[in-house]
Nanobody
Framework: QVQLVESGGGLVQPGGSLRLSCAVS????????MGWYRRAPGKQRELVAA?????????NYADSVKGRFTISRDNAKNTVYLQMNSLKPEDTAVYYC??????????????WGQGTQVTVSS
């Protein structure tokens, strides 16, 4: 069974920083892309950032976070990180980790973490 466990959310003042982590565990053959999504109150879930598993580690960012957020991954630990700097109140949301996983039994599928709250407020 594949599980994604997130950590690192919390309350931060505008201009501050947070680092989110997401570890994938379970019977896994391989992981392709990993990423972070968020859902703000009253809004639809949106992609924040994603990264592929190949050596280039291609990344993709939402326009609203470019230059402020950095996604990275440690393939040996099956972990993805999101470094969030210069946080703004509009970054307040529940952040969800996502991974495209090929499990040991079964076929490729998207897996999701339980979500971690990020609140940016003075």
């Amino acid at each position: 069974q594949v599980q994604l466990v997130e950590s690192g959310g919390g309350l931060v003042q505008p201009g501050g920083s947070l680092r989110l982590s997401c570890a994938v565990s379970g019977s896994i053959s391989s992981i392709y892309s990993m990423g972070w999504y968020r859902r703000a109150p009253g809004k639809q879930r949106e992609l924040v950032a994603a990264i592929t598993s190949d050596s280039g580690g291609r990344t993709n960012y939402a326009d609203s976070v470019k230059g402020r957020f950095t996604i990275s991954r440690d393939n040996a630990k099956n972990t993805v990180y999101l470094q969030m700097n210069s946080l703004k109140p509009e970054d307040t949301a529940v952040y969800y980790c996502n991974a495209e996983v090929n499990p040991a039994v079964g076929s490729w599928a998207d897996y999701w973490g339980q979500g971690t709250q990020v609140t940016v407020s003075s």
